[in-house]
């Protein structure tokens, strides 16, 4: 975007798609999906929940006054990545630290897992968009078919397991 000579906060929301490739012995599946088919939990509500995890086991542990009092300020804290995120240092220590989240995909998520998603065919190509109501469908397939000549498309619907319907453009390889 900076050599195109775009402002890159310009636009704060962007839609996000990843490009996934799978292999399985001699089959390819090859998918741009939309990243909403992975968030089913908003970032800030993800990240408190897991600290929420933690400090319920690590309080469950120890005897500490005002048990809930403590716990609603350390998840408030720690609720937005960048509050913890960024490098820190550390007087005197030769490193300096950062936490990461990790994260790895469900089988409900995971696009490529045949049993959960028959849908995504062997040896295909797929563009994956999300179509929680009949004016997004309909929105998606007047866009795709203005650029694509969509009768030699297959045009499918998949469900994810907790995150609503989207709209399957496939294509065979």
Not at 57 to 65: A, C, F, M, P, T
């Amino acid at each position: 975007m900076e050599l195109a000579g775009d402002v890159i906060d310009s636009l704060p929301i962007r839609d996000v798609y990843y490009l996934i490739r799978g292999r399985y012995k001699n089959n390819i599946k090859i998918v741009l999906i939309h990243g909403s088919f992975f968030e089913t939990v908003k970032s800030a509500n993800l990240i408190s929940q897991l600290f929420e995890q933690v400090l319920n086991e690590r309080l469950h542990e120890k005897e500490v006054e005002n048990e809930q009092n403590v716990k609603d300020l350390i998840v408030d804290i720690f609720s937005e990545q960048e509050n913890f995120s960024k490098v820190r240092n550390v007087d005197k220590a030769s490193v300096k630290l950062r936490f990461r989240i990790m994260t790895e995909v469900r089988a409900e998520g995971n696009i490529l897992n045949t049993k959960k998603y028959p849908t995504i065919k062997d040896n295909t190509i797929n563009l994956i968009i999300p179509c929680h109501n009949k004016q997004d469908e309909e929105l998606t397939i007047q866009r795709f078919s203005s650029v694509c000549v969509i009768a030699q498309i297959r045009q499918l619907k998949i469900k994810h397991h907790l995150n609503g319907y989207f709209t399957v453009f496939q294509q065979d390889l």
